[in-house]
C-alpha cells in the first residue's frame, strides 16, 4: 500500500497567481499521476511525473500552465499557474503499485475568485 | 484508450445486493478490468480487478462476462457508506495510466 499527502488540502486563490501542490508518498514510486477533477465532473488526467525526466502531459494540458517537478522518488508538485476561475478543480495525485490498485490523495480543492 | 460505458445513476435500499453493470465492447486481449471507486469529498479508492474470471474480495465481487465486452460489480449487501461515485476503467500495459470514465452515482436509501 501506500499514503499520499497533498497539500494544501484547499486554498482560494486570486486570478492571475500561481499555486503549487505538493504530494508527498510514504515509499519510493517511479511514476506519479496528477488529476484534475471539475466540480461535478470525472477525474482527467494531467500528466504523468516520471523522476528523472520531464512529465508527459495528456492532450490539452502545457508545460507552461501546469508545471510539474519530480526531484525524488517520494515527492512532487504541480503548479497551477496564471490561474483563472476555470482553473477552479480539485487536483488529486495518484501512485500505482505494479499494475494493480493505484492509490490516490485526498485532493486539493483549488477556488480561484 | 478503450472506453467503458456505465449507467449514470442507480439507487438501492439498505442491506440489499447491488449490481452495477459496465460494458466495454472494445476490450483488448490484455485489459484488465478496475473497479473505483469515489466517496463523497474523497479521492478515489480501488474495489477491485479481473481479467477474465469471476472476483471476489473483502468489498464486493466482480463478474466478467465470457466474452470479456462486459463486467458487473457487485456489491451484495449496500450501506449508506456505499454511497459513492464508481468507476469502471480499462487498464493495460506498460503506462499505468487510469482513464476515468464518468462513472455511476449508487444512491442508497435506507
Known amino acids: 500500500s501506500a499514503v499520499i499527502s497533498q497539500k494544501p488540502s484547499r486554498d482560494i486563490c486570486q486570478r492571475g497567481t500561481s499555486l503549487t501542490i505538493q504530494c508527498q508518498v510514504d515509499?519510493?514510486?517511479?511514476?506519479m499521476f496528477w488529476y484534475r477533477q471539475q466540480p461535478g465532473q470525472s477525474l482527467t488526467l494531467i500528466a504523468t511525473?516520471?523522476?528523472?525526466?520531464?512529465?508527459?502531459?495528456e492532450s490539452g494540458f502545457v508545460i507552461d500552465k501546469f508545471p510539474i517537478s519530480r526531484p525524488n522518488l517520494t515527492f512532487s508538485t504541480l503548479t497551477v499557474s496564471n490561474m483563472s476561475p476555470e482553473d477552479s478543480s480539485i487536483y488529486l495525485c495518484?501512485?500505482?503499485?505494479?499494475?494493480?490498485?493505484?492509490?490516490f490523495g485526498q485532493g486539493t480543492r483549488l477556488t480561484v475568485v | 484508450d478503450a472506453k467503458t460505458t456505465q449507467p449514470n445513476s442507480m439507487e438501492s435500499n439498505e442491506e440489499e445486493p447491488v449490481h452495477l453493470p459496465c460494458n466495454h465492447s472494445?476490450?483488448?486481449?490484455?485489459?484488465?478490468i478496475h473497479w473505483y471507486r469515489q466517496l463523497p469529498s474523497q479521492g478515489p479508492e480501488y474495489v477491485i480487478h479481473?481479467?477474465?474470471s469471476n472476483v471476489n474480495n473483502r468489498m464486493a465481487s466482480l463478474a466478467i462476462a465470457e466474452d470479456r465486452k462486459s463486467s458487473t460489480l457487485i456489491l451484495h449487501r449496500a450501506t449508506l457508506r456505499d454511497a459513492a461515485v464508481y468507476y469502471c476503467?480499462?487498464?493495460?500495459?506498460?503506462?499505468?495510466?487510469?482513464?476515468f470514465g464518468t462513472g455511476t452515482l449508487l444512491a442508497v436509501q435506507p
Open positions: 495518484s501512485v500505482p503499485t505494479g499494475g494493480t490498485e493505484a492509490f
Open positions: 515509499s519510493q514510486v517511479t511514476m
Open positions: 511525473a516520471n523522476q528523472g525526466s520531464e512529465a508527459t502531459y
Open positions: 472494445t476490450i483488448s486481449g490484455t485489459d484488465y
Open positions: 479481473g481479467l477474465t
Open positions: 476503467i480499462l487498464f493495460g500495459g506498460a503506462t499505468n495510466k487510469l482513464i
